[in-house]
């Protein structure tokens, strides 16, 4: 009999050795909260399907925001829900648009220390849902499109994001943005790009959350799930159009990818865990079949292992509360 010369399993006996050799750690501001604003309600209206969530008033996303900060939170990521949309989604371009007012509110009562990230995007304000404007074909318009994330972009950091960032995979988008922002003088706002977003399942509960118009799907713009090296030229592309940070999106099913590009990326990388992700976690929770905090923070770990250094959440809140002692 031979007994082994290495014992790995030294470093794993006390939770006190496992502490001092952990290479991956979480802190409340690598997490940023995405959260949703609906114009027009008096009380916040919950999700069904994001057991947790809800659509917030004008005035409860203040308290939301103020929260965040409070638990040291990395920012918040706001997405609107208009009364009215239109074919173009110009509520989107409208600086008293409920994005834009409500983005200058929050930065208003939060102050410099959370960031108010915007999602700069098409689709909550179009009635047909769609991440950018039709042509005659009914297809989404690429350089049409371009136009108004230029505008959207200034509106939205005239109204005081701190970071825009861009979701709806139009080729060119962080190359006009950008022009747009430095042209307007906003050469200090950053530009968060969803690099490489695929077209995914996973975002279900999210078209209930924004009370979605579309039919149909978002594939002849988004990625599609059995390409991987097509994420580094989608990164590359929006690195050289000048994006300040890249995301990869959804999380957990796209670890690769996460990996893939954080060892590429000379910016941050972040990943967003998806509305799916989140309904799935609470599902299985409410029928007791998994350790919800223990699944959670797992997830997490997961995806900041693979290379992301921040993570956009739903969970956010809860987890920053937790890692403060809570
Ligand atoms: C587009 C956008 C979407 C999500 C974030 N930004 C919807 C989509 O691309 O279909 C999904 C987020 C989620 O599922 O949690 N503005």
Not at 32 to 59: C, Y
Not at 213 to 223: A, F, P, S, T, V
Not at 274 to 301: F, H, P, Q
Request: aromatic share 6%; with cysteine; net charge negative.
């Amino acid at each position: 009999m031979t007994f082994p010369a290495r014992r790995p399993r030294r470093l794993r006996r006390t939770p006190a050795m496992r502490r001092l050799v952990a290479e991956t750690r979480l802190h409340p501001a690598d997490f940023i909260l995405p959260v949703f604003v609906r114009e027009g309600i008096t009380e916040p209206q919950p999700i069904s399907s994001m057991p947790g969530v809800v659509q917030h008033t004008e005035q409860t996303i203040l308290d939301a925001a103020e929260q965040a900060r409070d638990l040291g939170l990395g920012g918040v990521m706001l997405f609107g829900i208009p009364a009215e949309r239109d074919a173009s989604g110009s509520v989107g371009l409208d600086p008293d648009g409920i994005l834009n007012r409500s983005i200058q509110a929050v930065k208003d009562r939060v102050g410099e220390d959370l960031l108010v990230m915007s999602d700069l995007c098409l689709d909550e304000f179009t009635d047909h849902g769609h991440c950018g404007v039709l042509d005659e074909l009914g297809e989404v318009d690429n350089d049409a499109t371009l136009e108004l994330y230029a505008q959207m972009g200034v509106v939205q950091a005239a109204a005081g994001a701190d970071v825009v960032a861009p979701s709806g995979m139009m080729d060119g988008q962080v190359a006009v943005i950008r022009q747009a922002l430095d042209e307007a003088g906003y050469y200090d706002v950053p530009i968060l790009a969803y690099a490489a977003k695929y077209a995914s399942a996973f975002y279900g509960p999210f078209r209930e959350a924004v009370d979605s118009q579309l039919q149909g799907d978002r594939r002849q713009y988004q990625m599609d799930a059995p390409n991987r090296t097509e994420a580094l030229r989608e990164v590359e592309a929006d690195l050289a159009e000048g994006a300040d940070m890249v995301m990869v999106k959804p999380g957990l099913a796209y670890l690769d990818i996460v990996s893939d590009v954080a060892a590429i990326s000379d910016v941050p990388v972040s990943a967003y865990q998806v509305s799916g992700e989140y309904a799935m976690i609470e599902a299985a929770a409410a029928n007791g079949w998994i350790d919800r905090r223990a699944v959670i923070l797992e997830a997490m770990t997961a995806l900041r292992r693979a290379g992301a250094q921040n993570v956009l959440t739903y969970h956010a809140a809860e987890i920053a509360g937790w890692l403060r002692g809570g």
